[in-house]
Nanobody, 113 residues
Framework: QVQLVESGGGLVQAGGSLELSCTAS????????WSWYRQAPGKQRELVGI?????RYTESVRGRFTISRDPAKNTVYLQMRALKPEDTGVYYC?????????WGQGTQVTVSS
C-alpha cells in the first residue's frame, strides 16, 4: 500500500508562482511514473503532466509548469509559474507502480485575477 501526501497549494495572484509537492510512503518497490492532475469546479479531472522516462505536459501548461522528481525522497514536485485564473482547481498527484495506481488527497490551488 502506498500513501501519497500533497502539500503546497494556496491562494496566489495571477502571474504568481506556487510549488506543489507529493511524497509517497508505505510499502512499494518503485514508482514507475508520477503524474499531476487537476479538477476545476464543474469540470472533469484532467491530466496536467506525467513524468516517466520522459516528461510531458498538457498544452495549456507547457512552458509554465515543470515536474521534477527526487527519488531519494520518493517525492515529486510541480513548479507552477505565470499562473492564470484558469489554473484554479484541486491538484492531485498520481503514482504508478508495477501493480497499482495511487492518488493523493488533492490540494487546492486558487489563482485570483
Amino acid at each position: 500500500q502506498v500513501q501519497l501526501v500533497e502539500s503546497g497549494g494556496g491562494l496566489v495572484q495571477a502571474g504568481g508562482s506556487l510549488e506543489l509537492s507529493c511524497t509517497a510512503s508505505g510499502s512499494f518497490f518503485s514508482i514507475r511514473a508520477w503524474s499531476w492532475y487537476r479538477q476545476a469546479p464543474g469540470k472533469q479531472r484532467e491530466l496536467v503532466g506525467i513524468s516517466a522516462d520522459i516528461t510531458r505536459y498538457t498544452e495549456s501548461v507547457r512552458g509554465r509548469f515543470t515536474i521534477s522528481r527526487d527519488p531519494a525522497k520518493n517525492t515529486v514536485y510541480l513548479q507552477m509559474r505565470a499562473l492564470k485564473p484558469e489554473d484554479t482547481g484541486v491538484y492531485y498527484c498520481n503514482a504508478l507502480t508495477s501493480s497499482d495506481v495511487y492518488w493523493g488527497q488533492g490540494t487546492q490551488v486558487t489563482v485570483s485575477s
